[in-house]
């Protein structure tokens, strides 16, 4: 019989190219926050699949980008960390970007495991042929990296995927008891919920401002009550985020519970508040009260 495997795959990419999506369905679980926003990812959050020959400890990090303020940093830091301690890269890239857009990550991170380029969103690409085409010029230009198309959306190419990265993991021990499946506590995927629905429902302004913090988690006979604070920088974000007669803050306590509902398997009543602290993205104490460390 082969020996247990277990390691750390890690997701670096750009913004936006399906990292989240791609681990939820690398998990089969509605675990992280997806949205159209670039930016949506702010911490390394780890999801684990655990099976009777192998564990996977994955982890999703927030895109690359260059930090504008002390928020970017901490993001970055955390893309850094993941990077030194990954058994197997997972690099993503949104198939109808260009390979010379991936240059400046190859030559800055230096990535020291073995990289499996995802050209994600390949049902973007309509013919065989132009898929081909892609493939073949990602593979000339970073020869070095296995690639491989895949659609994080349809599932197209998550076996083959799942192939490639057993047979670079190492042997080892499972790290993790085999009923986790992450390292983060449940409060931090309820307050990533509302935080998710933000980036859906405001525009282009409101998500990058906002911080969720759960406050209370209380589990009931019959139902759990959580209450959250949102936190943004300025009184008029506060105004936008509640809505005309609070219109808007209701249909985010709505889609938010209808989450958190699903996710915990039971009822939910949800409470949120909306708090102003000016400049929290560039404080440090705000920065770690919110869990970004
Ligand atoms: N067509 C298509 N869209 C996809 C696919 N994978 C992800 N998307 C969409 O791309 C957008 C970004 O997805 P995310 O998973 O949030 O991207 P990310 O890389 O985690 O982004 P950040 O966290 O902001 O760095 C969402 O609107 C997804 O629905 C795919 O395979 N095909
Ligand atoms: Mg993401």
Redesign the pocket.
Known sequence: MSQFKAGFVNLF?P????????LNALLGEQLVA????????RHRIVGILNEPQYQIIFS?T??IIEPKYKLHQKMMASVKSAIEDADVALL?ADITQEPAEFEFIRDTLRIKAPVIFLL?????LKSPEALQQKLAQYESHFPQWKALPV????GAGIPELMQLILERLPEAPPYYPDDNISDRPVRFFVSEMVREQIFHLYGDEIPYHAAVLVQAFEEKTTLTVIKADIIVSRETQKMILLGKGGAMIKKLGIQSREKMEAFLDRKVHLELFVKVRPKWRDNETYLREYGYQ
């Open positions: 990419g913004p936006n190219a399906g990292k989240s999506t791609l997806v949205s159209p926003k670039v930016q949506t990812t999703d927030p895109g993503l994600n969103k390949a049902d973007l659609s994080a959306s349809t």
